[in-house]
Structure formats: C-alpha cells, structure tokens
C-alpha cells in the first residue's frame, strides 16, 4: 500500500505543498515532486518504483529514438516501446491469468506465477506508451529533458488510479506554470470535494456492497440482491470519481491543470452515451490509440463492429486479471453495437433510455464486481427472480440500512445528477449589477466554509475507520 490516507493527509501532503510554495525556481519544484512521487510510491512499493523508473527510461530513449531516425526506424522504435510496454503488463498483471486459463483449458498444471501486482501500473504505462506514440505521430516534439519525462510519468496525485494524463496536454506546464492564492484555494476545495466522495459515500456504499457479495445463497434474495447492485453502483462511481477530483485538485494546487475524467454518467441516456461521460480518459485512450488505428469506422459495418468488440474486450481486460473484467467489457461492447445498428434504439424517449442505461450499467456493475462469473449471474438471477424473501435475506438487507447509510444514499443520487452544470448556467438577470458582484463572493465565501467543514469530517471519520480501500489501486 501506499501512505495511509491519514498520513498523506496530515504529514505528506502539507510538506510537501509547504516546500513546494517556498521554493522560487520551478526547475527545483520539479525536482522536489518528482522525488516526492518516488517517496509516495516506493513507501508501499519500494522494489516497484524500480520498474516504474525503467519504464520512464524506456519510453525516454524510445521517443528520443523515434524522433531522431527516418520513418522506417521510427517504426521499429515504436515497435520497441509497444512490445516493452505492453510485455511490462503481461508479466506483472496478467501472467497468473494466462496460466490459469491454460491449466482450464487444457487440464495441465503448469505453476501459477505468483508476482505481486505494482499498483497503479495499467495507468503509469499507458501513461508512457501514449507519449511515445504521439511523438511518432508528432503530435508533440520529443523530451530532450529526462526529468520532465519523470515527472509526467510519476507525477503523485493521478500516478496510482488516474486519470489518464496525455503528455501533450501538460508539456507546456511542467516548463511554465505559475501558482495563485484563487487557484490554490479552487484547487484544495475540488481536493476535499473528492476525499468526501471516498470518505463518505463510497465506504459507506462499499461496506454493504461487500456484506451481500459476500452474502450466503440463503441470505440473497430480490430485496438483498438490488441493494447490494445499487450500493456498488454508488460505490464504483463515487470511490473512481473521488480519486480523480482529488488527483484534478492537487493538480491544481501545484500549478497543473488535468482534463475531467467523469461528466455525470449515471444521467447518460445511452451506453454510447455513457462511455462519453464515464472514466473519460480511458475511453479516449482507446479511442486514439487503439479504434482509430484500426480502422475505426472507415472500413465497413463488419470491420468496425469488430473493432469495437476488441476495444471493449481490451477496456475489460485494462481492469482486471479476470474473465469477470472481460465478460464486463464484452457486455457493455454489445450494447453499444445494439445502439450503432438498431437506430431505434435511440429513438426511445429520453426517460426510457436514461432507465435502460442504467438498467445496463447496473447488471454490468454486479458482473465486474463478482468474484466469478457464476458469482456474478447468480447475483443477476437474485435480481430479477428471487422473489422467495426469508427472513435471514429481509434481515441483511436491514442490518445494511442503517440511517448513516440511507443519508449517504440520498446525497449519492442527488450527486449524481447535474446539479452544478443547470446552477452554473442560471443567470441573475433580475439583480442590479452591484448584488451580482456580491453574490459570487458570498456563494463562495459559504463554499469554502463548507469544504473545510467537509475536510474536519473526513478526517474524523478515516481515523475512526480502517475501510479505506480504492478500488482503481488494484488497476
């Protein structure tokens, strides 16, 4: 594990802002975060910061060797960097999977490999692989300075679950960036809006999801089966979504600026539309980096509904060791060629393709979370058969709806929907033009109040709870 939350908030963090704000050159602040980076990582992963270092080396020289050589070379370098990379995640993530499914099919007992799985290392490496990529494309001029390449790579707030930093979008502020009082405070406040997702609402959701998934056959029922799909809705939402606005607001706080990676997606109407909306980063990466360089939608109705399922059989796979994360992809791959080639689907009021989605994200969601496939269809069957209700499932579901957890419940669907967007739209036309200058400063005097109180919160509630796991650590 990396810094226990408490420590990162109350140790790590303010020294390192605090040395950071006082330093005057921004070559010695970039030196100070990346060496702060290694620290955060190797506390938990000291022998695995080692890899992560060679990663940046490798896609360090591969990019200078792409950029230096004509095309032919060029090719074989990006070739080079592929093949490093994606070989890095074969053996440390998915070589026990292999195994496995070989002795499965093939009814040998070959030793499983047992490797510990680097945290954070599907990020960190797409991380490096899109850089080397977009300087083939010259879709950015190559590094000549390893250290920036470092820091792009091990840059703390999103190297352990994201989001997904292209280095094209932050070249220009590891060279030149500038920090303000106004950017600070937005920059803290998104931090803390993000660790009460996690504090608050994910653990919440996440400790009675954990209670049904693990819940008996005797003890699941329509009633048990429901709550613990729907806690874990909430949970995978607000634990992911809470991990990228606090990476967003330390971001902010020393100087960068990262791209959303969440825009609502429960309201999505559409599955197409959610994948616009949900872990954006990730979505885009293949996109750009895998879809369109197949083809995408250039080469005919057949080819592109193949490549679409081999994206999401890779988008499945990107999260897990397991045929759960594939059977999950392929899933939401298959609804997303229901909706390319059935145009009536699309046609559906808004209402009944809000439902559907997520209907559909749901029942994907018990998939991705079961520990087996037959876990996870069992679960599914629950949900839409088990109405034979004992008295031993009516009791865990009770046991689980605690207030503290229907309040939490309640906040989760309320934050759900796009609030702040319609708020943030309203106009004071009404107002004379000296309460419109007031206004915003007392809307966000009462923010900033709030988000301390928040903060105070949080940390009470993490130092009286060892429940604190992230879900996208194990990514």
């Known amino acids: ?137 010259k879709n950015v001029n190559v590094q000549k300075n390893y250290f920036h390449v470092l820091l792009y790579i091990t840059f703390f707030p999103q190297l352990i679950a994201g989001p997904i930093v292209k280095y094209r979008d932050i070249s220009e502020q590891i060279e030149n960036r500038s920090q303000s009082i106004e950017i600070i405070a937005k920059g803290l406040r998104r931090f803390i809006c993000g660790l009460a997702k996690k504090v608050l609402i994910a653990n919440t959701m996440g400790s009675a999801a954990d209670v049904i998934f693990s819940a008996q056959g005797g003890e699941l029922s329509v009633v048990t089966a429901w709550l613990g ?121 808004r209402i009944v393709l809000h439902i559907y989605t997520l209907l559909v994200v749901t029942v994907g969601f018990v998939i991705f979370r079961a520990d087996t496939i037959s876990q996870g269809f069992d679960m599914i069957a629950k949900m839409f058969s088990g109405f034979d209700v004992s008295s031993a499932s009516l009791s865990l579901a009770l046991t689980q709806l605690t207030p503290w957890f229907v309040i939490m419940l309640v906040a989760a669907v309320i934050g759900c929907a796009p609030i702040k967007p319609i708020v943030s739209q309203l106009r004071y036309d009404t107002y004379e033009a000296t309460k419109l200058g007031a206004l915003p400063k007392a809307i966000q005097a009462v923010l900033y109040v709030l988000a301390f109180l928040l903060l105070v919160w949080c940390v009470l509630r993490l130092s009286g709870t060892s429940y604190n796991p992230f879900i996208y650590f194990r990514f």
Not at 245 to 254: E, Q, V
Not at 274 to 300: A, M, T
Not at 315 to 320: D, F, M, N, S, Y
């Open 229 to 349: 799909a729907i806690a874990y809705l909430f949970q995978i939402y607000y634990d992911f979504s809470g991990y990228s606005d606090m990476a967003i607001g330390l971001g902010l706080m020393f100087g960068f600026e990262f791209k959303e990676n969440f825009n609502y997606p429960y309201g999505a109407a559409g599955i197409q539309d959610f994948w616009r909306k949900w872990h954006i980063s990730l979505s885009s990466w293949f996109r750009e980096y895998l879809y369109i360089p197949l083809g995408g939608n250039r080469k005919g109705k057949a080819r592109a509904a193949f490549n679409r399922v081999l994206v999401f059989f890779c988008t499945g796979l990107w999260h897990g060791a397991s045929w759960t994360f594939v059977l999950w992809g392929l899933f939401h791959g298959a609804f997303m060629l229901l909706e390319t080639y059935v145009p009536a689907v699309k046609r559906l009021p």
């Open 1 to 137: 594990m990396v810094f226990s939350s408490l420590t990162f908030l109350c140790v790590f963090l303010p020294v390192v802002f605090l040395l950071y704000s006082i330093i005057p050159s921004l070559k010695f602040r970039n030196g100070l975060l990346i060496l702060a980076s290694l620290a955060f990582y190797a506390y938990g992963e000291p022998v695995y910061v080692l890899l992560m270092i060679f990663s940046s080396l490798l896609n360090y020289f591969c990019a200078r060797w792409v950029a230096a050589n004509p095309q032919k070379m060029s090719r074989l370098a990006l070739a080079v960097a592929v093949a490093v990379n994606l070989g890095i995640l074969a053996v440390f993530k998915y070589s026990g999977f292999f195994v496995e499914s070989f002795n499965s099919l093939t009814g040998l007992s070959v030793p499983v490999p047992q490797i510990a799985l680097p945290i954070g290392i599907s990020f960190f490496t797409f991380q490096a692989l899109s850089y080397v990529i977009d300087v083939y494309r």
